[in-house]
Structure formats: C-alpha cells, structure tokens
C-alpha cells in the first residue's frame, strides 16, 4: 500500500529515472553506462556533488562485486545515502514541535497533517498560528483545527510571534496536552531579524517547557528542487532542525532533490506531504522511496 502510494506521488519524478533503467537494459560498456548515469543524475535533480559521489562509490563497489548488473547497486547505493541520517521524528511527550520555511512552502497544511497523524494514535494535540504578519495564514490554521477539533492559539494581527508562542505554552501545559504544533510566519532565509524571531521563539520554548522544542521541521517545497538546499542551509544556521518535513513531493518532477538534502546537509527526512488532505502524509522511507523511483 505504501508502495503503491509512493509510485503514485512520485509519477511525475519516475519520468526522469525511466532514462536511467533504459541505460542499463541497453548494450554499452559499463564506463560509458556510467558517463551517461551522472548526467541523468544531475537532470533528475541530484546535484553535482550526490550524482558524482553516487558514480565514484558504483565505480568501486562493481569492481568489488564484480556485478555485471548495475540496477542493484545503484538502488542500494541510494538508499544507503538516504539511511546515513536517518531518524524518527521524536516520541517524547508532552513535546513541543516548532515547523519553519519560507512562504509558500507548505507549512499550515503541514502543522494539520501533523496534527492528524497523533490525534488519530490518540495524543491530544493543539495548534498554534504564530504567524501575526498574516491574517490569512491565522485564519487557515483556523479552519483546520475546526476541521480536525483542535484548539488553535492564536494572536492579535502584528503581535509579537514570541509573546504568541508564549501564551499558547501556558494554554498547553494547564490542559495536559501531549503535543504543540507551532505554525511560525513564512520569512525568506536571506532576512536576519526574521530569523533571529525564530531564536525568540526558540528561547521562550525551552524556557518555559524544559528540553523542548523536541522537534524543528524544515518545511521544505520539493518543486524548488536545489533552491531547497540553500533554504535548509540558512535556517539550519539560524534554527538548529532536527528534520524536514518535504511538502508538494506530488507536483513536482523535482523528487531527486530529496537525496541531495540528505547527502549534502545532512539532514534526515522525516515525514513527506503526497497531497493536500490530512491524510496525505507519510513517514519516511528510504527502501520504499527508491523502490518506487527505480521499479
């Protein structure tokens, strides 16, 4: 089922990796099969720096098989990159969850996905909209928790996010809740004070719940493809993550990009977004995730 779901989602990427197992079904030699895979690599979103290493390591790992069919080494070879920083997101309750990113990457739906997948294993969960810059993005928030029967803490239009976090800290630990999801305003990386807010935030939250946020999520749009990398590089600085939470994987030809997150940041995936309802998300794994790129 799962599987299935991924090739589904991923339809559009295995477009680009269809070149790839027609190359190895052709007659050329292994060297120029393997000029021909780092080329294909970098179009399917990889980068320079994943699809050479990719390329060096089947170099010396056929050598020493002596595998004639490079299909199975290069499917283990990936997932291998995607399992060097693999993790679960955190099991600590009552826990504190923190999601950051640009605008428009995702991160509303992301918080109410995330709010679904524990409400239905039975946590009570609440939401926070601190994003105070954007009336629209408070009002969404909204929206989901009437749709999931959450409570959402919200502010006043331009109130301090911090001051905002901080009240919904209160609300959380006077009702017993086991999970805060904290919707923080979309900013580019490139703006220092918006990021040092997100410093604020941090500081109030483990001030006031001890040896939290458990988890900061990278939201991260898998359309933007090697953009993302330098997105998740600024924040990561700035925010210290924990993980990304990789949205819009369905809409996007862009799905190779996920490696290069990994291989280059490392840091682990560990939920995708594969549509728009609550029910569209999945932990992340890699076995299954190269399965359903390269079937």
């Known amino acids: 089922m799962v599987l299935e779901k991924l090739k589904e989602t991923l339809s559009k990427t295995r477009k680009l990796f269809a070149p790839i197992e027609q190359l190895f079904a052709g007659s050329q030699t292994q060297a120029e099969i393997l000029d021909e895979l ?47 920083e693999r993790g679960r997101a955190s099991q600590v309750f009552p826990a504190v969850w923190l999601l950051v990113g640009i605008n428009g990457g995702g991160k509303t739906t992301s918080a109410a996905k995330l709010a679904y997948k524990y409400q239905t294993e039975g946590k009570k969960v609440m939401l926070t909209a ?8 408070q009002e969404q928030l909204v929206l989901w928790g009437k749709k999931l029967n959450l409570p959402v803490i919200q502010g006043q239009p331009g109130a301090d996010p911090a001051s905002v976090v901080y009240d ?26 918006l990021m040092a807010e997100l410093e604020k935030i941090k500081k109030v939250i483990s001030r006031e719940v001890p040896g939290a ?8 749009d898998s359309t933007t493809g090697q953009n993302a990398i330098v997105q998740a590089r600024e924040f990561n600085r700035f925010s210290g993550l924990t993980g990304v939470f990789l949205t819009k994987l369905d809409g996007t030809a862009r799905g190779g990009s996920v490696l290069a997150i990994v291989e280059e940041l490392k840091l682990p995936i560990k939920y995708v977004g594969l549509g728009e ?11 299954a995730f190269v399965e359903a790129l390269l079937s």
């Open 130 to 137: 601190a994003d105070t810059f954007r009336a629209a993005a």
């Open 168 to 193: 919904a800290l209160q609300s959380f630990k006077a009702r017993n809740y086991d999970l805060l999801i904290i919707d923080t305003a979309g900013r580019l990386h490139t703006y220092a004070h």
């Open 38 to 84: 780092f080329e294909l690599l970098v179009l399917a979103d990889l980068g320079v720096a994943s699809s050479q290493k990719i390329i060096k390591d089947l170099k010396e790992k056929s050598k020493k098989s002596h595998q004639p069919d490079l299909m199975p080494l290069l499917k283990q070879e990936l997932i291998d990159m995607l399992s060097s």
């Open 277 to 287: 309802t609550e029910k569209d998300i999945m932990e992340f794994e890699p076995e």
């Open 213 to 220: 946020p458990q988890e900061v999520l990278l939201v991260l």
